[in-house]
């Protein structure tokens, strides 16, 4: 018979361990279970009133946000902690320029689409979480629209299909 020192099963030996993995763990399924006005409880305030707008890519619907001021840009979808499937949100600027993005505060992974003025997907940019890394448009643009990464792709949707909607038909 071999015999081994067992560690010691003392609920006080154990305790602390223990106490942070279920604090972690708490945490996580908080995270994966808050509503959008809950995360200002985690540092900000999610925007979900901003004006909307449908928007067509194919025979999908998208229900899109439209973020048009620069407060409502440089907030665009920080602190969501979700989106629905058909949903995202269009950025859009006054003139034509290289458009750059980053995760900075956002929690959920996105897919950001660089449009043209007349709907043409230019570039499409697959964005990590909570990421400071820039992702830019490959030539001036007055149009992003992100939604829940992999949605372009699941569609076959890549750069120089157009999308079809109100703000790409103004002049």
Request: with cysteine.
């Amino acid at each position: 018979m071999t015999s081994f020192n067992a560690p010691s099963l003392h609920p006080n030996a154990l305790q602390p361990k223990v106490l942070l993995a279920l604090s972690l763990c708490g945490l996580l399924l908080a995270a994966m279970w808050l509503k959008p006005a809950q995360a200002r409880e985690l540092g900000g305030q999610p925007q979900t009133d901003l004006p909307r707008t449908v928007l067509q890519a194919g025979m999908h619907k998208i229900d899109a946000q439209v973020a048009s001021t620069p407060a409502q840009r440089a907030t665009g979808l920080m602190w969501r902690l979700g989106m629905p499937t058909h949903e995202g949100m269009l950025f859009v600027f006054e003139q034509p320029a290289v458009q750059c993005f980053w995760m900075k505060n956002t929690p959920s992974p996105l897919t950001a689409a660089f449009v043209a003025d007349d709907g043409t997907i230019v570039n499409l940019a697959d964005m990590q979480p909570l990421s400071e890394q820039s992702h830019c448009s490959a030539k001036p643009v007055r149009f992003v629209l992100e939604m829940n990464q992999g949605w372009f792709g699941k569609r076959a949707i890549q750069p120089g299909f157009k999308l079809l909607g109100e703000p790409f038909s103004r002049k």
